[in-house]
């Protein structure tokens, strides 16, 4: 089967006729698999790693595909088609018909009852579906007008209310308030804890503790800047956590912070694939015209070490940063994430999926 028939067969068996119907009453219209070609055309604008099967405002809710792990237990984004970067939905699908209550529940205030039917009938067609939990309910009747919203750090009460509620698994809702926070020592004091606290905290909080370390001239821990570094951009590598407590980086954002504020990066790179960066601090940059080819090189020395995952992962942070950098990631590109794909699980609706978008025009779009 070539791959674009893989992956509309993937597409085609993610929901049933009934959840289609379901999600088309709530305005997130579910993909058909007929019309996938625009999507994947779209997808060439972000790294090939998202199965598309529903749209909202027009852009993709895709599943985060990685080998060897089931669809129903990946995690859902939203990728916008005029932004670059993909917003955290929720960690499963069984977590979709709460994911899609903090998508849209601000739009039916007035048509509460509407919404309810929709996401109780959705919950049904999906195995272990949750239910949206009452409280969610209850905090919507109180929120001011158009919330509670997307989560972002410094949302409104009600928004951060709602997403603590509804533990769907998104990264960073548990992580304390930085709204307030001028000085370095006050992030650390903050961060710190919660980084001991959380062994698999996801990137983007630990490289802003290791920019708040930077910032105070604090030595950065090896162990924690190849944590960020060897970890997969899911979301862009975007900078979450902002303030005067810390620098902001460029492209991929939180791993171009902790190359350029790693000290000797000679030293504390010897002896890893990332080595070949020493000398190379602005490769997670959109500036530096070698940045995605020397990630490849990376993803090359994984391989040779016998890590096909890191390899995967440095492949997928090469594509994000074509696609920061250039605005499309290449079909070659698409074909080694493809094949590092396969590596790992053979004909994988991830690889499937980077073999598509790799023979599918952005003029498709």
């Not at 090939?48 to 995690?75: Q, V």
Request: charged residues 25%; proline residues 8%; negative net charge.
């Amino acid at each position: 089967m070539d791959p674009r028939s893989l992956v509309e067969s993937a597409v085609a068996g993610l929901l049933s006729a009934r959840a289609r119907d379901v999600l088309a009453s709530i305005d997130l219209p579910a993909i058909d698999p007929g019309s996938l070609r625009e999507y994947l055309a779209r997808l060439r604008f972000a790294a090939p790693m998202y199965l598309p099967f529903a749209t909202y405002d027009g852009s993709p809710l895709g599943i985060h595909l990685w080998p060897g792990r089931p669809l129903s237990t990946s995690p859902i984004y939203y990728v916008p088609s005029d932004e670059q970067g993909a917003t955290f939905v929720c960690a499963s699908q069984a977590d979709l018909p709460v994911g899609l209550w903090l998508w849209v529940a601000r739009y039916f205030k007035d048509r509460q009852d509407q919404l309810r039917a929709a996401l109780e009938a959705l919950q049904a067609e999906i195995p272990g579906g949750r239910a949206v939990p009452d409280e969610l309910w209850r905090i919507l009747q109180a929120a001011p007008e158009y919330e509670p919203s997307w989560w972002s750090p410094g949302g409104s009460e009600a928004t951060q209310r709602a997403w603590r509620a509804a533990k769907v698994g998104h990264p960073f809702v548990d992580v304390p308030p930085l709204d307030d926070v001028e000085e370095p020592e006050r992030a650390i004091a903050i961060l710190q804890p919660y980084v001991d606290a959380h062994p698999d905290a996801a990137p983007e909080i630990v490289s802003a503790l290791l920019a708040a370390q930077a910032q105070l001239g604090t030595a950065m821990d090896r162990a924690m800047a190849l944590r960020v570094l060897s970890a997969e951009a899911e979301r862009a590598g975007q900078t979450v956590f902002r303030g005067p407590w810390r620098e902001r980086g460029d492209g991929l954002a939180e791993w171009d912070v902790v190359l350029r504020n790693l000290p000797d990066r000679r030293s504390m790179l010897h002896g890893t694939p990332f080595a070949l960066l020493a000398d190379a601090p602005e490769t997670y940059s959109s500036r530096d015209p070698g940045g995605v080819a020397r990630l490849v090189a990376v993803s090359e020395g994984f391989r040779d070490a016998g890590d096909a995952a890191g390899e995967l992962r440095q492949l997928r942070n090469a594509a994000w940063l074509a696609a920061l950098s250039d605005g499309v990631v290449p079909s070659e590109l698409c074909v080694r994430i493809a094949d590092s794909a396969d590596r790992l699980e053979k004909d994988s609706p991830a690889g499937a999926l980077a073999r598509a978008c790799a023979i599918t025009p952005t003029s498709a779009a």
